[in-house]
Structures are given as C-alpha cells and as structure tokens.
C-alpha cells in the first residue's frame, strides 16, 4: 500500500522569500503525485500533479514540483511567497489500479509573515 | 457552476444517532469519494465509487455505510454515531474514462463538520 510523508507540520516564511514544502512517498512502481491545497473553511484545491514525463511540473499560483525517484520525493516550491498564500498544502500519491484512490499527506501549514 | 455540494456543513449528534451526510455533483463525474479530515492526519478515504450501483471501502470505512443510486448522489450513512467520528468529512468527484487511466483531479465539497458528543 501506498503512503505519504510530509515531515514539516508548520512552516513559517516572511513574505516575498522562498519556499519548499517537502513530501515523501512510498510506492511499489511510478506513481501519480499531486499537490492541493486548503484554504480555511474550504475544501481541496489542485495546485499541480505529475503522471509522467518531464519531472518538473509547473502548477498553479507560480508554484513547482520536482519529482525525484531516487529520493521517492516530490517536493513543492515557489520562488516568492505572497500573503495569500497562507493555507495548509498536502501532498498525496494515487495508485494505478482501479479506483484510481489518493492516499494523502498529513499536510503542512505555511504561515506568511508580513 | 455549483460542482460538488455538501449538506449539512455543521451538525452535532449525540452518541448514537444516525444521520446521513448529502453529497451531490452537477459534473458527470463517475468517480466519488468521501474522506474525513482529522487535525495533522491529512485526509483518510472512508468510500469511494466508480459508478452508479458500485462502491467499495476504502481505509477507513467501520461506522460507515454509502450508497450511488445516481451518478449524481453519494450519501454516507452515520448509523450509530461514536466520539471517534468527530471530523470534518469532505465529498470529491473525479472523471475517469476508464480505470487504467491517470485519475484526473479530484473536485472537493467545501466540507461537513461533524461533532459527537
């Protein structure tokens, strides 16, 4: 069975500097990997995804994903944090078999300062 | 664009009740899904559906029943409440042109607060 780690619970960044949020994941063969994100209040966004290919994907709000099998990591960044994005993020992995199901990430809170 | 819509979005039970969540989606989407959310534990899957008349249990699914008699609904059931289902439950929709494919976005509710007290 697939898992997810993401090892940062909060993370605090000053506003215009930048950022990586890192995930870990296990699985036995190539997996998808997506990021959401959750605003207070509301439900999961899509900020990017991987299925195959080149292993940088761009998403979203400027943000970026590099998928490294060596590392079994998928981490998340953006160049210069903006107020707005203050939220929780979580990472997870999909398997391919039927039901497609995510398995997620414990989630990591950002906070912004100003 | 309504997308997926979740009723209630608070609610408090008492130990033992039941009730059941409402999910409803306006994209013709196959695939739904049901996930609680609990403080630092990210998302747990406890349902999900392929189909109109096809659910299956994901890692979480004790307490729980669902149902998809529609490719628009997909209620979970809460028969006998317990503390330990205290959680904010979220609803998603995906389309999937078959099972082998890559799962396409999922497209989330805006969630139900659930407290048993």
């Known amino acids: 069975a697939q898992s997810v780690t993401q090892p940062d619970i909060h993370i605090t960044v000053s506003e215009g500097a930048s950022l990586e949020l890192r995930c870990n994941y296990s699985y036995g063969a190539t997996p998808y990997l997506f990021w959401y994100v959750q605003s207070p209040g509301q439900g999961l966004q899509l900020l990017l995804k991987y299925f195959s290919g080149d292993t940088l994907v761009q998403g979203i709000k400027g943000f970026e994903a590099e998928f490294k099998r060596s590392q079994s990591s998928f981490n998340l960044r953006k160049p210069s944090v903006h107020w707005s994005d203050a939220a929780e993020y979580f990472c997870a992995v999909g398997a391919r078999n039927a039901g497609n199901m995510l398995t997620f990430g414990g989630g990591t809170r950002l906070m912004v300062k100003p | 664009n309504a997308g997926v819509t979740q009723t209630p979005k608070f609610r408090i039970l008492k130990i033992g009740q039941s009730m059941t969540l409402q999910c409803t989606q306006d994209?013709?989407?196959?695939?739904m899904y049901w996930y609680r959310q609990d403080p630092g534990m990210g998302l747990k899957l406890i349902y999900y559906s392929v189909g109109a008349g096809i659910t299956d249990k994901g890692e979480v699914p004790n307490g729980y029943n669902v149902s998809r008699s529609t490719t628009e609904d997909f209620p979970l059931r809460l028969e006998l409440a317990a503390p330990s289902q205290t959680s904010v439950y979220f609803c998603?929709?995906?389309?999937?042109?078959?099972?082998?494919?890559?799962?396409?976005?999922?497209?989330f509710g805006s969630g139900t607060q659930l407290s048993v007290l």
């Open positions: 994209m013709n989407h196959n695939y």
């Open positions: 998603a929709s995906s389309y999937n042109p078959r099972t082998d494919s890559p799962l396409e976005k999922l497209f």
